[in-house]
Structures are given as C-alpha cells and as structure tokens.
C-alpha cells in the first residue's frame, strides 16, 4: 500500500536557522511528489512539486526539495526560514501517469521564534 | 477569481444521523477530491469526481457517498454518523483528474459528531 512518513511531527526553531523536513514514501512505482504547506488559519497550499527531470526542485518562498530515488525521499529544506514560515508542512504523492489522489504524511508543525 | 468554497464551515450532528457536504471548485475546474482530515494527522483521500461520475475512492465505507453536478459542483454524503467521522473535510479542485495537475483546497468543513 502507498504511505507516506514524514520524521518530525514538530518542529522549532529560531529565525534564520536552516530547515530541513523529511518526508519518505512508499509505493511501488513510479510517483508525483508534493509539499503542501497550511498557514495559521490559511488553506492547504502546494509549495512545490516533482513530477520527473532535475530531482532538486525550488518553490515558493526560497523552499526547495531533492528527490532522492533511492532512498524514496522527497526532503524539504529552506537555508534561513523567517517567522512568517511557521505552519503546518505535508508531504504527499500520487501515482504518475494516474489519477490525482493524493496520499499525505501526517505533517510537520513547524514553529519559528523571532 | 474565486478558489475553491465550501458549505458549511462547522456542522455539529449527533451519530447515527446524516449530514450533506458542499463543495464548489475553482473557475475552470472539472475534477473535484474530498478528503477527511482527523486532528493531528494529514488529509485522507475519500473519493474523487470527474464528469460526474466517481473515478478512484480511497478506503472509506459506503456510508460515504457523493455526487458532481453539471456545474461540476459537488456533495459528500455521510450516513449514520459515528464518533469517529469527526473531522476537516476538504474538498479539492483540479484542471482534470491527471495527476499532473495542481489540487487547489477549499478552507475545509469541520464535522463535529457527539
């Protein structure tokens, strides 16, 4: 069955710290890879995506993501995250070439402190 | 332009009763996702619709149903309510049922079961 697991359920952090979220997958084939990102009161937003080509991927807000095929991860990172990145991050995947059904991890709650 | 809506945005019922879900997608779209999301866990795949039929449903029982309508519109269904169907529900907008394609989310309807 498809799954995905993200590391950390919470995260803090001081502002201009770096930030990486990991986020591992299962599935037996070939995948979409999101990140989603939840603002305080805000919707479920993408922040990036991989579907095939270059495995490092930019997003908004300076986010960036490496897929790593062998190791079925898709991490998220940010080199100096801003009090204004405090959210809820998911990771998620869909079957390439398929329908858009998404399968999410349980997400990181990310703080960040001025 | 307006994004995804949702109707209501709080329901509480008491279990065994049925409850109704709206969705409207974003301007252009024609593929409509709902998924629940229980508190502290990410998004769980219910069931997608595309030319008004359902296309793919992830592992949810018949109590759930929906329906799309020629404006492409849609309702998520939930009969005889249990403690346990507490939570988000989201529904999500695409271009087309492709999994290539960007889900926008609506701001969700939080379902209370006492």
């Known amino acids: 069955a498809q799954s995905v697991s993200q590391h950390n359920h919470h995260v803090i952090l001081s502002e201009a710290a770096s930030l990486e979220l990991g986020c591992n997958y299962s599935?037996?084939?070939?995948?979409?890879l999101f990140w989603y990102v939840q603002y305080p009161g805000q919707h479920l937003q993408l922040l990036l995506k991989?579907?095939?080509?270059?495995?490092l991927v930019k997003g908004i807000k300076g986010f960036e993501a490496e897929f790593i095929k062998s190791k079925f991860s898709f991490n998220l990172r940010k080199p100096s995250v801003q009090w204004s990145d405090t959210a809820e991050y998911f990771c998620a995947v869909n079957a390439a070439g398929g329908y858009n059904k998404l399968i999410f991890g349980a997400g990181t709650r990310l703080a960040v402190h001025p | 332009d307006a994004g995804v809506t949702q109707s209501p945005t709080h329901l509480i019922k008491t279990r065994g009763q049925q409850v109704t879900l709206r969705c409207s997608p974003k301007s252009g779209h024609d593929t409509v996702s709902w998924y629940q999301q229980a508190l502290g866990q990410g998004p769980q795949f219910i069931f997608q619709y595309y030319e008004e039929e359902e296309r793919q449903r992830g592992n949810f029982p018949d109590r759930f149903s929906g329906h799309q309508f020629p404006n492409y519109s849609s309702e998520l269904n939930v009969n005889a309510l249990l403690l346990g169907d507490s939570a988000l529900y989201l529904c999500?907008?695409?271009?087309?049922?492709?999994?290539?394609?960007?889900?926008?989310f609506g701001p969700g309807t939080r379902l209370t079961v006492t």
């Open positions: 991989y579907f095939s080509g270059d495995p």
């Open positions: 999500a907008s695409s271009l087309t049922p492709s999994g290539t394609y960007e889900q926008y």
């Open positions: 599935y037996g084939g070939t995948v979409n």
